[in-house]
């Protein structure tokens, strides 16, 4: 149900946005999230945004992505800017809080 697309290899300095349409169900009740999980390592909260559109970043990602959604389309985006071979990794989206089903995620590849 929540399907997240748009990753790619990209060179290090380079630029994506993720998307993730949500069910009307989901999106419209809570805040939403973009969690990612690298090899070997456990799943982890990168970016938030409230029902409001107040929004938080994990220290690794601040500065560098955004965090934004369109809620007549049920959608949140990730635009992530100056990416580095550390932000590999399958990304996800899904309630602030994780507690949704988990879809497949979009894998991001940061390699020269």
């Known amino acids: 149900q929540l399907q997240a697309s748009g990753g790619g290899l990209v060179q290090p300095g380079g630029s994506l946005r993720l998307s993730c349409a949500a069910p009307?169900?989901?999106?419209?009740?809570?805040?939403m999230g973009w969690y990612r999980q690298a090899p070997g390592k456990q799943r982890e909260l990168v970016a938030s945004?409230?029902?409001?559109?107040?929004?938080n970043y994990a220290d690794s990602v601040k500065g560098r992505f955004t965090i934004s959604r369109d809620n007549a389309k049920n959608t949140v985006y990730l635009q992530m800017n100056s990416l580095k071979s550390e932000d590999t990794a399958v990304y996800y989206c899904?309630?602030?809080?994780?507690?949704?089903?988990w879809g497949q995620g979009t894998l991001v590849t940061v390699s020269s």
């Open positions: 899904n309630t602030r809080w994780g507690n949704a089903s």
């Open positions: 009307g169900s989901i999106f419209n009740n809570n805040g």
């Open positions: 945004i409230s029902r409001g559109g107040n929004t």
